[in-house]
C-alpha cells in the first residue's frame, strides 16, 4: 500500500505546476505549519507536498524537505536549500519589461547597483521574471561576430532571485516608437544598404526595420536579412544553450517596427494620433512584389501602389480619403489588402519557422501583434489596414494570423490590455475593448498561447482591473515597463496588489481598496493611444 502511495504521489508532483526561486533560496514569509521530513531528492520532496501544502524547501546536503502549508511571501537566501512553490490553476505569470537601454552602447549594463536594488524591491512583489530586449544593434559587432556576454550578467541577476527571462530578439531599431527614449539603431553594415528600406508615397525611407519585401536581397557580405536573422538566432542559442527553456523561458521574434508584426505606417515623427497612417509599399521591392502579384491575377493595371490622392497622408481620417470610404471594398480595394496583408503574413511566418528550427522544441517562442484600436468602429478599419492587419471586407485579420502562429506553436503577445473604450475620444471610433475580444477570440479557438502588454505606462488601478479582466484568458502577461515612478512606493504597492491577482489572490481593486483606501471613482478620459 505504501508502494501505491508513492507512485500516486509522484504523479501528482509531476501534473502539479511548479516554480522554483532559484538555487540557494528559502521560503519566506508566515512561517506556520511547517513540516520537515526526510527526502533525497527535489523531486521526492515534491510528491510529500500534498493537501494545503503550499512550498517546498530542499536541502540537499542534509537530505530534508521543509512542506510549507503557509503561502510564500518572499524569498530568503540559504546556501545548498532550494524553495519551489506550488503554482495554482489560476495562476498567470507576471514579467516586468525593462527599460530600452538597460544595456549601454558600450555593452556593459547601466547602473547595475541601481538595478539590484530594484531587482530586490521587486523580489518582494513576487513577480516571475522580466522580459528585455537584446539588441541586434549591440550584439552583432562586425559582419558574423557576436557579443552577448552583458546579457549573460544581467541574465545571472534573474537566475540569484528565481526569475526566468523573456528574451526579445530586437532586429529593429531603438528609437522613434511612442516610448522610445533611447537611440541605438541597426549594425552599421546593414544601415549602408541602399533600396532595403520601408519607403511611403513621399519617398522618405523608415530604416528602423528592414523593408520585408527585401527578406531575401543579398546585402551586407551578400547576406540576406533572413540569413541574418537565423545566424544571430543560432549564435545566441550557442552561447546560452544551457539556459533555453530554463533560465530563458521565451524568445520573442522582432519581426517589425517595435518589434511588433506591422508596417512602420504610423512612425512618430510624421503621425499624430489618431490618423489613419500611410502604406509601405514604394520601396523598388515592394513596387516588383505588387507588379507581380498584379500580373499573376491577370490585371496588370493593379500594379502600381494607391497614391495619396486616394488614401490620404499619415494624419487624415478615413472620411477624408476616397480609398477608406469606398476604395476598400472594390475588386482593386479586395486584391490590394490581401497581397499587403498576405506579405506581412509570409515575412511572420519565415521568422517562426525559422526561430523554431533554430531553438527546437524546449523553449517558448513568441511575436507581438500591435493593438491599433483607432477606426476600429469603422467599416475600413483603416489604421489597422495600413499596418498589415486586414480586418475588413469579411476578413479577420486575427485569425489570420493565429493562424499562422498555431503552425509553430507560438505564443501570440497582444498589446493595449489596459485600456477601456471610455477612454478614448469619440471621434477617433476606437474601440480597444472590442478589439481585445476579438484577439481572445482568434487565438482561443485556434488554441493559441496569449500573452499581454499593457501599451501606455499606467500605474493606476483602473488600468489593472481592466487588465486582470483578460486573466483567465492570458499565458502571461508583460508589464511595460520598469521606470522609477513604477518603483514609487504608492506605485508598487498598487502593482504588487495587481501581481497578487493575476497570482490568483483576490482582487486588484479590493487589494488596493482595502490597504490604500484608493478611491473607486474612474479616471477622466484623457488617456490616448
Not at 35 to 43: I, Y
Amino acid at each position: 500500500a505504501s508502494t501505491v502511495a508513492s507512485v500516486a504521489a509522484v504523479g501528482d508532483a509531476n501534473a502539479t505546476r511548479w516554480r522554483s526561486l532559484g538555487k540557494n533560496s528559502g521560503c519566506g514569509g508566515p512561517q506556520q505549519s511547517i513540516a520537515a521530513v526526510a527526502a533525497s531528492t527535489l523531486q521526492e520532496c515534491k510528491a510529500l507536498c500534498q493537501g494545503s501544502c503550499a512550498a517546498v524547501e530542499f536541502h540537499a546536503a542534509q537530505g530534508a524537505c521543509s512542506l510549507h502549508h503557509s503561502q510564500i511571501s518572499e524569498m530568503r537566501i540559504v546556501p545548498g536549500s532550494e524553495c519551489v512553490r506550488v503554482l495554482g490553476d489560476k495562476y498567470t505569470e507576471v514579467f516586468v519589461m525593462l527599460p530600452l537601454d538597460v544595456v549601454t552602447s558600450q555593452r556593459t549594463l547601466a547602473n547595475p547597483g541601481k538595478l539590484e536594488s530594484i531587482f530586490d524591491e521587486l523580489t518582494n512583489v513576487d513577480i516571475d521574471g522580466f522580459m528585455v530586449d537584446v539588441w541586434w544593434g549591440l550584439t552583432e559587432t562586425s559582419p558574423g561576430v557576436y557579443d552577448f556576454s552583458v546579457y549573460r550578467e544581467l541574465f545571472e541577476l534573474a537566475r540569484a532571485r528565481g526569475w526566468k527571462v523573456q528574451v526579445v530578439a530586437s532586429f529593429h531599431q531603438c528609437g522613434g516608437n511612442v516610448g522610445d527614449a533611447c537611440n541605438i539603431p541597426l549594425p552599421s553594415f546593414v544601415l549602408e544598404g541602399e533600396g532595403i528600406w520601408y519607403e511611403d508615397d513621399a519617398g522618405v525611407q523608415n530604416r528602423e526595420y528592414i523593408s520585408l519585401f527585401a527578406d531575401d536581397v543579398p546585402i551586407a557580405g551578400g547576406r540576406t536579412p533572413i540569413e541574418m536573422y537565423r545566424q544571430w538566432l543560432e549564435a545566441f542559442a550557442a552561447f546560452f544553450a544551457e539556459d533555453l527553456g530554463g533560465l530563458i523561458d521565451e524568445v520573442m521574434l522582432g519581426m517589425g517596427p517595435a518589434g511588433e508584426l506591422r508596417y512602420p505606417s504610423y512612425p512618430s515623427d510624421r503621425w499624430q494620433f489618431c490618423g489613419v497612417g500611410e502604406f509601405q509599399v514604394y520601396d523598388p521591392h515592394a513596387r516588383a512584389s505588387l507588379r507581380a502579384a498584379a500580373e499573376k491575377a491577370k490585371r496588370p493595371e493593379w500594379g502600381t501602389p494607391p497614391n495619396s490622392s486616394a488614401v490620404g497622408n499619415y494624419n487624415s481620417y478615413p472620411e477624408q480619403t476616397e480609398f477608406f470610404t469606398t476604395g476598400f471594398s472594390t475588386d482593386f480595394g479586395h486584391f490590394f489588402l490581401d497581397w499587403y496583408s498576405s506579405e506581412l503574413l509570409s515575412h511572420g511566418k519565415n521568422l517562426l519557422a525559422l526561430a523554431r528550427r533554430v531553438l527546437g522544441r524546449k523553449i517558448k517562442i513568441s511575436g507581438k501583434v500591435s493593438g491599433i484600436h483607432w477606426w476600429y468602429d469603422t467599416p475600413s478599419h483603416a489604421a489597422e489596414a495600413t499596418a498589415g492587419y486586414y480586418n475588413t471586407n469579411f476578413r479577420n485579420a486575427y485569425a489570420e494570423v493565429s493562424q499562422m502562429f498555431a503552425r509553430f506553436g507560438a505564443t501570440l503577445d497582444f498589446t493595449c490590455l489596459e485600456m477601456r473604450n471610455t477612454e478614448q475620444p469619440a471621434k477617433c471610433h476606437s474601440n480597444p475593448e472590442g478589439l481585445v475580444a476579438q484577439v481572445v477570440e482568434a487565438t482561443a479557438s485556434r488554441r493559441v498561447r496569449l500573452g499581454g502588454e499593457n501599451a501606455l505606462q499606467r500605474y493606476d488601478v483602473w488600468a489593472y482591473e481592466q487588465i486582470e479582466s483578460y486573466k483567465s484568458s492570458l499565458a502571461s502577461f508583460t508589464y511595460l515597463r520598469l521606470t522609477d515612478d513604477l518603483m514609487a512606493p504608492e506605485h508598487l504597492a498598487t502593482f504588487g496588489a495587481f501581481v497578487g491577482a493575476m497570482h490568483g489572490d483576490g482582487k486588484v481593486g479590493d487589494a488596493v481598496s482595502r490597504d490604500m483606501g484608493a478611491s473607486d471613482e474612474a479616471p477622466p478620459p484623457t488617456l490616448r493611444l
